[in-house]
């Protein structure tokens, strides 16, 4: 039988994160936007939340929850800041999933905690200067010392790399070896050898802080390897389908956000006498937007049942199609909801004293962020040929 309906408690979980998206992000969304920085404090408050460790177990200082209430609290934080919610991502997903999965019970036991009560920040460190939508040419590499690695390399594009204290990174291990040499680490922002060299400047998603790591001979103790020494392409494969899921509610909440934004100017906005929401055109815009927003919950909420029911062991679905399918369709369709509720604004849309020029420019990262939409096509298409 299908269930379109969310538990009691998925629901509980959305009207909490809304509640304190209302109170705590609302009022200063733009100022986080315009001065560009972390609003101080905003990740002890998530912590106390609990939401920072919505997925991660009891045991590891989380709440025990499904993937779907993780990336739920993504979506919620999207509709009123897609900035805090793609910082997010990066934390709970992107490190604190990744640690869940592959992580021994050592690591789990010293970084979990941490990241799901706030008091660290986490992010993931794959794409390079040179090393892009090819990530397995990835040129950082780690030399096995004694009880200890040295990396040496650069990255760049990192989710909350200015102020990460747990980052996961990916380094070449065996540089003859392709994507049979990469190995993943638990690095510490207090290693010696890693610094951060600068903050990116961006157009959207601005107040999460993005950045450029360097590893100049970094010190990264062995125990710190996440899962086996040249196993990081399964490293990264177990955590693809979910980043997929995950990123895709990050669109799906901002495109929401950018819907409600013009649905509201439609019925105050007075043309010819009359509210622009009066005319048919506006109307068909309203329409289309809605029913791409709700075409979309079902691809995204799908991806995110599908990739937890095959974490829990799950077999037989279309896994990797349906969460390729849902990245793809879903940030595109954030990209023309959002350029739509710019239309629907008309000149004030260009203005930046409006919000909806926020949703905009933050909506046009969903298409490249964690693998472009043309790489999307790419391995939705493989998957497609192979079956
Ligand atoms: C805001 C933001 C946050 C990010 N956060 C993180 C993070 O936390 N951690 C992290 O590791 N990375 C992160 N990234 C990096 C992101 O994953 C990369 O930007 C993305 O994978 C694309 O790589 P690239 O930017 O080098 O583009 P390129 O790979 O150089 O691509 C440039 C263009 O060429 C196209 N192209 C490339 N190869 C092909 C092909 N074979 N066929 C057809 N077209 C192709 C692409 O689709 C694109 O249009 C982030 C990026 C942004 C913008």
């Not at 509980?12 to 992000?25: C, Q």
């Not at 601005?206 to 996440?226: F, H, Q, Y």
Request: aromatic letters at 6%; glycine letters at 10%; a negative charge.
């Amino acid at each position: 039988m299908m269930d379109f309906t969310l538990t009691a408690e998925q629901l509980m979980l959305k009207e909490t994160v809304a509640n304190f998206a209302a109170k705590e992000i609302r009022p200063i969304a733009e100022e986080i936007d315009r001065t560009d920085a972390w609003p101080d404090g905003m990740w002890k408050k998530l912590g106390g939340l609990g939401v920072l460790g919505a997925t991660i177990d009891t045991a590891y200082g989380g709440v025990g929850l499904d993937l779907l209430s993780g990336a739920l609290v993504g979506e919620e934080l999207a509709k009123v800041s897609p900035s805090i919610s793609i910082s997010y991502g990066a934390h709970a997903n992107l490190c604190s999933n990744n640690i869940k999965l592959n992580g021994h019970e050592e690591q789990k036991r010293k970084y979990l905690p941490l990241l799901c009560s706030g008091d660290h920040v986490g992010a993931l460190g794959l794409t390079e200067p040179n090393a892009g939508s090819d990530a397995v040419s990835i040129q950082t590499t780690a030399r096995k010392d004694g009880d200890h690695f040295v990396v040496n390399g650069s990255k760049t594009f990192i989710t909350n790399g200015v102020i990460a204290d747990t980052i996961v990174l990916y380094a070449k291990t065996d540089r003859q070896a392709g994507a049979k040499g990469i190995t993943a680490f638990i690095l510490e922002k207090s290693f010696p050898g890693f610094s951060v060299s600068r903050k990116l400047d961006k157009v959207g998603n601005r107040g999460s802080e993005t950045g450029e790591l360097v590893m100049e001979d970094c010190i990264i103790p062995e125990e710190n390897v996440l899962g086996q020494v040249n196993g990081g392409i399964a490293v990264m494969m177990r955590g693809l389908d979910i980043e997929r899921a995950f990123l895709s509610t990050y669109a799906l909440g901002m495109a929401q956000g950018a819907f409600a934004e013009a649905l509201k100017y439609s019925r105050e906005r007075v043309q010819f006498g009359k509210p622009i929401a009066s005319f048919q055109l506006i109307q068909a815009k309203l329409a289309d937007m809605w029913t791409l927003i709700e075409a979309s919950r079902l691809l995204c909420y799908k991806a995110c049942v599908l990739a937890d029911a095959a974490e829990k062991g799950g077999k037989g679905t279309d896994l990797h199609k349906v969460t390729a399918a849902a990245v793809l369709f879903v940030g595109e369709m954030a990209d023309k909801v959002c350029t739509e509720a710019i239309q629907i604004h008309g000149g004030y849309g260009y203005c930046m004293e409006y919000p909806v020029q926020r949703f905009w420019r933050d909506a046009k990262v969903a298409t490249i962020g964690a693998g472009t939409s043309e790489m999307r096509r790419l391995i939705l298409a493989r998957e497609l040929l192979m079956s």
